[in-house]
């Protein structure tokens, strides 16, 4: 299973960004994929989660910001980013599992064996 991240840019505070998450070689039928993110200095956190039946989940801090959506194909999930703010500055990983859904993994990390490179996000004051 690969998983490779995409769309990471330098903005402006208040710019937009879609991150595309393509997971290939994955051969269940259900799954949890979350978008987590890691500033310097700072541990890494989780953004945005996504189940295979369409429920999402987000952080407090980007709630009404960010909206995390599948493409055309189950295997393209997009994290859109509005509003972007300086604090959400930080490589953005994409991560999978096997699970039937999120419910309280969207926050752990270690949980997801399928994870990509990730993709910079730096957003300017």
């Known amino acids: 299973v690969q998983v490779v991240e995409s769309g990471g840019a330098s903005v402006q505070s208040g710019g937009s960004l879609r991150l595309s998450c393509e997971i290939s070689g994955y051969a269940y039928t259900y799954y949890c994929v979350a978008w987590f993110r890691q500033a310097p200095g700072k541990e890494r956190e989780g953004v945005a989660s996504f189940d295979l039946n369409q429920r999402t989940s987000y952080a407090d801090s980007v709630k009404g910001r960010f909206t995390m959506s599948r493409g055309d194909t189950k295997y393209t999930l997009y994290l859109q980013m509005n509003s972007l703010k300086p604090e959400d500055t930080g490589m953005y990983y994409c991560?999978?599992?096997?699970?039937?859904?999120?419910?309280?993994?969207?926050?752990?990390?270690?949980?997801?064996?399928?994870r990509g490179q990730g993709t910079q996000v730096t957003v300017s004051s």
């Open positions: 991560a999978a599992d096997r699970l039937y859904n999120c419910d309280g993994y969207a926050n752990k990390w270690s949980r997801f064996g399928y």
